[in-house]
């Protein structure tokens, strides 16, 4: 790997997993200040949901919305982050309060768990267009991997929304302002979040969060609902088992590509709000490229120069978000894409996933990233490496099954998340 300290300037970064392998720990109200700092531990990427995935105006007026949320890190005190970026009026939330929840899909709370969310002291906010804020820190005692209960009232809709529609977890909808009520009786019931950006808890300054970023793989296309059994849930989780407190953020969009819009924005532009303004992130894991790649061939012919193009657009913008990520000491692991010419929507050529297989190679090999995380190697046939295996395929040729999602979270290696190599402040 790419050695990025030099000279006098470098700086040794974070021991990610080594420092954080402590155990649970606990808010001390006479910690100092410089002790403590903020860490993401939920978190989502957000944009202009499509037509047919925003929230219709009338469970927004005069209604609560309870969404559940799966942390990756315990605490004592968290706050949340509400988000209007996307917004082109001012975002009113005319209530707040936050509980455990009593399980995935479930809108009930835990007894004795609820609280409010204040704003600057005060019940309601108003968010700018384009804004986010953080809610007042709050007391919740909590285990990592958690289940938390975000309830939002509105007096009235967004001009435009601002959500997630990948979110694979069941949000809740009842008229009026039941932000406290511990049980709703026949709520409405989407898939999809509203509004919210991340959730973070105060944590030692050794602890530190890993933001997956990528497309419908890493959103969790193929993941069950309610679940949490997306890969970065998985990663979560055994990173836990394995006794570290480390936080992990989905930023996944589905339809996501590095170079141009989608149904999300693209990943050059949406990389500072997605991914590096997380609190406390140390470490970032990209996987992308299916839908570049794919995209082009399924909508242009097969063009020698036109690949060409791409291919080398793809890299720089690797390279690009590796520098900015560099300046601002986060860490960044490459994924390997993950075969698709099983896919009916594709339908790639042998020349496309030549393309794909030679970005992957380059990905491996240029000493561009901090770590490899070889997708492609764990999910392929090792009869048909074009394909997805059976047993880790969704059944579409393209997105991975509950094993795939498993078979994902365990190519992330270990050891660039211990020791990180980056110079904070500039480029090595």
Known sequence: MKNHRSGAAALACVLLLAACSTPQYKQVDSAPASAL???ASWGTARQVPEPQ????????????LRQIVHTSLGGDILRVRISNAFGTEPLFVDGAGIALARAPGDSALQPGSAR?????????????????YHSDPVTLAHQAGADLAISLYFKAPPARQTGHPGARATSFVVQGNRIADMAWDKPEKVERWYALADVEVQAPRTVR?????????????????????????????????????????????GGGRMLRDGLGPNLVSRFERDVLGRAGVSH??????????????????DDPAARATLLADLRLAFRQ????AHARGVCVIGGTITPYSGSDYYRPSPANDADRRALNDWIRSAG???????????LRDPAKPELLRKDYDKGDGLHPSPAGMQALADAVPLAPLRTCKVAEGGRP
């Open 37 to 39: 700092h903020w860490v």
């Open 53 to 64: 995935n925003e929230l219709a105006p009338h469970l927004w007026r005069d209604a609560t």
């Open 209 to 253: 969060s890993i933001v997956a970023v990528g497309d419908s793989i890493t959103d969790g296309n193929g993941a069950t609902l309610d679940a949490n059994n997306r890969w970065p849930d998985l990663l979560a989780a055994k990173l836990r088992r394995d006794g570290h407190h480390v936080g992990v953020v989905n930023a996944g969009i």
């Open 284 to 301: 970032a894991i990209v996987m992308i490229g299916v839908n570049d790649l794919g995209g082009l061939h399924r909508n242009k012919p």
């Open 321 to 324: 978000l590796v520098d900015r």
């Open 368 to 378: 561009v990233f901090d770590g490899v995380a070889d997708f492609d190697a764990a």
């Open 116 to 132: 409010p969310l204040t704003f600057d002291g005060r019940a309601t906010v108003m968010i700018p267009a384009g804004g986010e």
